[in-house]
């Protein structure tokens, strides 16, 4: 069983930038693609970024040229670094990690943004 610990999330202003970090943990033999997902109130949960392996990288143009996707693969941990963060940012937003016998969610953190 693998789990996934989320942090980061908070309020922040427009115009502001946040950190979020997943870290996995149990029973991993490899892990392939991490990715953050994000769903905000009355809306379907949506991609925002994923990273593969080897380090190539798929964003939501959403947040394209704000969002950056990273991995640490000795920590099994994925990062997303929020820049020029707008209102409609505002979501609860999610870690997946697909590995080579699993498919694992976090449990979300909460990202506000708000003057």
């Known amino acids: 069983q693998v789990q996934l610990v989320e942090s980061g999330g908070g309020l922040v202003q427009p115009g502001g930038s946040l950190r979020l970090s997943c870290a996995a943990s149990?029973?991993?033999?490899?892990?392939?693609?991490m990715g953050w997902y994000r769903q905000a109130p009355g809306k379907q949960r949506e991609l925002v970024a994923t990273i593969a392996t080897g380090g190539s990288t798929n964003y939501a143009d959403s947040v394209k040229g704000r969002f950056t996707i990273s991995r640490d693969n000795a920590k099994n941990t994925v990062y997303l670094q929020m820049n020029s963060l707008k209102p409609e940012d505002t979501a609860v937003y999610y870690c997946?990690?697909?590995?080579?016998?699993?498919?694992?969610w976090g449990q979300g953190t909460q990202v506000t943004v708000s003057s």
């Open positions: 997946h990690v697909i590995g080579r016998s699993f498919s694992s």
């Open positions: 149990g029973s991993i033999f490899s892990i392939y693609t």
